[in-house]
Antibody, heavy 126, light 114 residues
């Protein structure tokens, strides 16, 4: 069965970096994109970015550009999201999710995120 | 970026009654080339990750009860729960996947039992 298992909770100081992992199993890792979504305490969902595990190509939301790096290791079917220069506003649960994509009008477009990791709480506090 | 606006922010419905949640996008999410709307609906219960309910605006994900349905096209969409069950208490989000990222979410609608 398809599973995405994320790394455990992290506590970081402002200015530090955090790297969250997402171990995929039960499907062909390179056949689906991985998106990262975060949710601040009591708040809604925010799209952070995504990675194509086959090529390594990424696309990040503008507000995270320069601070976020998404990578993958296909040998261990794991995706990573690293966020640097952390501030208190980055305190959130970070989710990875498998995304089905298709090519429409020469553009890779997502259909939906059908499997999600359990979430990783990142707390930024001095 | 495409802005997604849901209404209402919260909703209380009696068991067995219909619940309707709306989602409006700031621009069309319809691809004319294949007539698909790139709009998904998710359900999130406390302490859990989101769960995909509907994609392409109206296609139910496998295993989702048929009391959940999605409709709409272009910029205006609706999620309907035909007969509310206790287990449907959750926050519901729409998300657009049109063209290039970012793939923005609506702010969420909290559904409770009246």
């Amino acid at each position: 069965q398809v599973q995405l298992v994320q790394s455990g909770a992290e506590v970081k100081k402002p200015g530090a970096s955090v790297k969250v992992s997402c171990k995929a199993s039960g499907y062909t890792f390179t056949g689906y994109y991985i998106q990262w979504v975060r949710q601040a305490p009591g708040q809604g969902l925010e799209w952070v970015g995504w990675i194509n595990p086959k090529s390594g190509a990424t696309n990040y939301a503008q507000r995270f550009q320069g601070r976020v790096t998404m990578t993958r290791d296909t040998s261990i079917t794991t995706a990573y999201m690293e966020l640097s220069r952390l501030r208190s506003g980055d305190t959130a649960v970070y989710y990875c999710a498998r995304v089905d994509v298709e090519l429409v009008a020469a553009t890779t477009t997502a259909v939906g995120a059908d499997y999600w990791g359990q979430g990783t709480l990142v707390t930024v506090s001095s | 970026d495409i802005v997604m606006t849901q209404s209402p922010d919260s909703l209380a419905v009696s068991l067995g009654e219909r619940a309707t949640i709306n989602c409006k996008s700031s621009q069309s999410v319809l691809y004319s080339s294949n007539s698909n709307n790139y709009l998904a609906w998710y359900q999130q219960k406390p302490g859990q990750p989101p769960k995909l309910l509907i994609y392409w605006a109206s296609t139910r994900e496998s295993g989702v009860p048929d009391r959940f349905s999605g409709s709409g096209s272009g910029t205006d969409f609706t999620l309907t729960i035909s007969s509310l069950q206790a287990e449907d208490v959750a926050v519901y989000y729409c998300q657009q996947y049109y063209s290039t990222p970012p793939y923005t979410f609506g702010q969420g609608t909290k559904l409770e039992i009246k």
